[in-house]
């Protein structure tokens, strides 16, 4: 008989907090790349568009094509190995969306 896989709680709150921080982040960049400096302004970009993911993401559903199945967006998180993957994100320093 095969041994049951030791399970660890995870954070996940801890996580999908981080997460949303590293969209933001993210988001402000590009806003910045795209010539709009008013930190005011993109920080009213950045809550409404952070808020309205999280309703989908919450609660969201939706159809590729009319009279078709419901979909709803999950995210879920998993440990892995850093090398070999895209960009980053370890300190929180980068994380500032100043």
Known sequence: MKKKPKLTKVDYDGLGSTYQVIE?????QVL?????????????????????LGMIHDGGAFQTEAGGKWFAPV????????????????????????
Do not use: M, Y
């Open 75 to 98: 995210i879920c998180f998993s440990e892995t190995e850093q090398s070999g993957r895209g960009r980053v994100f370890e300190d929180p320093k980068i994380l500032q969306t100043t």
């Open 24 to 28: 933001i982040a993210l988001l402000n």
């Open 32 to 52: 910045k790349a795209h010539g709009i400096t008013d930190k005011r302004k993109r920080r009213g970009i950045c809550e409404d568009f952070i808020f309205d």
